[in-house]
C-alpha cells in the first residue's frame, strides 16, 4: 500500500438488498480505481472493502450513503482494514 492510499471496510445498513446495491458498487468502486469486494450480509446488510486512493475511497463512501436509485441507506460503519492480496473489485457471495 502507498503512502496516499488506503484501506477500509464499511457495513452499510438499510434497504440495501434486492435493490442492485452490489451491482453498482461494483461499478461505482471501478469508476473511482478501487480494488476490494462487496457482499451482501446474512442479517441484511451490505459490507465492502475498498483500497485505493485517499480521496476516491472518500468518495465512494460518500457516493454510498446515496447508493442506487431505490437504496434508502440508514448508517454506514465504517473501520480500517487490510488491503486485499489482489486489484480488482469483485461481488462476493454472501457470508
Known amino acids: ?3 496516499n492510499e488506503v484501506c477500509c ?3 452499510i445498513s ?3 438488498q434486492m435493490v442492485w446495491y452490489r451491482a453498482w458498487t461494483v461499478e461505482e468502486a471501478e469508476k ?3 480494488s476490494g ?3 451482501n450480509r446474512k442479517d441484511g446488510t451490505v459490507e465492502a472493502l475498498f483500497w485505493g486512493r485517499a480521496k476516491a475511497v472518500e468518495e465512494m463512501l460518500a457516493a454510498c450513503r446515496d447508493g442506487p436509485p431505490n437504496a434508502e441507506v440508514t448508517d454506514i460503519v465504517t473501520s480500517p482494514a487490510e488491503p486485499p492480496g489482489k486489484r480488482g473489485f ?3 457471495p454472501t457470508e
Open 14 to 16: 438499510g434497504t440495501v
Open 90 to 92: 469483485f461481488q462476493l
Open 37 to 39: 469486494w462487496v457482499r
Open 1 to 3: 500500500m502507498s503512502v
Open 9 to 11: 471496510t464499511a457495513r
Open 32 to 34: 473511482r480505481g478501487l
